[in-house]
């Protein structure tokens, strides 16, 4: 095994890519592209997991799967289909957008060379962030690849099971959402990305043009299609692997309808992209079977 300077791991910490912003022990914090400490509070995750076991679906660097544990889990199994070796972490890609994703991945085979020692200190092929912040935070949580559609295979039951920022990466959402309900014992939080905000949400201005708007109809004038309230965005021609922005009310319906007894919508909130600078809108779902 290797011997390696604290200065090499602060390296590898802060110069290597990261999905997650995780905080580690030597006043280290990975700089991840989202930073979910302050956002915690939206997810309305309970706050007591004891004696729980818990699904994190699409988990990525692990810093929900550390916070599950942290509330008390009893076990943590953490899964993704990225493999951070350079090939490709998911199949749920526009064919005419492939090379911008070997492009982005290739960035992950750098790595696999720039942090080889890294990797034989931790004892893993390829640096799979999860894997290195589970031995640093001395975690229990279980990590292994797999994909949300083959869920419904395992026969296997979680009591609590958590899928974030996924959804609105997938081709066949409603295959996903099926899944999601297969292994979920009592509660699932779903939370989305690049949603579509609801008309709470929307500014003032929107709000005075509604307002005309129903009085308009009166009179039989529309300004706003009717059926605005079950909008759906596709942008799978865009980057390629972002295929649906969901309007709340529309992704409560496909929850409904894949299974799941009950889906409350928790909380929106708006988080910031550190690499581009925009804002994401986030909305979180509770579900219940």
């Known amino acids: 095994m ?83 070796d350079g090939s490709i972490g998911h199949t749920d890609i526009s064919p005419a957008k492939i090379n911008n994703y070997k492009k982005k991945y290739s960035r992950y085979q750098q790595e696999k060379g720039l942090f080889k020692d890294i990797c034989q200190l931790f004892r893993i092929k390829t640096p799979i962030k999860l894997l290195v912040a589970k031995s640093m935070l001395s975690s229990a949580v279980e990590f292994q690849i797999d994909s949300i559609y083959n869920l419904s295979s395992w026969n296997k039951k979680f009591d609590f099971v958590f899928c974030g920022d996924l959804m609105e990466h997938l081709k066949n959402p409603l295959e996903a959402l099926e899944n999601l309900v297969a292994v979920t014992n009592e509660m699932c939080v779903i939370c989305l990305s690049s949603c579509v905000k609801s008309m709470k949400k929307l500014p003032l201005l929107i709000s005075f043009i509604l307002l005309f708007e129903r009085i308009l109809k009166k009179f039989g004038f529309h300004l706003i299609h009717k059926e605005s309230k079950t909008l759906l965005e596709y942008h799978g021609n865009e980057a390629g692997g972002s295929f649906f922005h969901f309007y709340p009310k529309t992704f409560k319906e496909m929850a409904c309808a894949s299974g799941f007894r009950k889906v409350e919508i928790f909380s929106e909130f708006d988080l910031k992209n550190k690499k581009t600078g925009s804002y994401n809108h986030h909305v979180v779902f509770h579900c219940f079977v």
Do not use: M, Q
Request: avoid cysteine; glycine fraction near 8%; proline fraction near 4%.
């Open 2 to 84: 290797p011997i390696i300077s604290k200065k090499r791991i602060r390296d590898f910490i802060s110069n290597s890519y990261w999905y997650h912003t995780i905080e580690f022990p030597d006043n280290l914090t990975s700089a991840g592209v989202y930073d979910h400490r302050s956002a915690l509070k939206f997810y309305g995750f309970p706050k007591n997991l004891k004696g729980k076991s818990v699904l994190d679906v699409g988990a990525a660097d692990g810093f929900f799967s550390f916070e599950f544990e942290k509330r008390g889990a009893k076990s943590v199994l953490a899964i993704d289909t990225h493999k951070f």
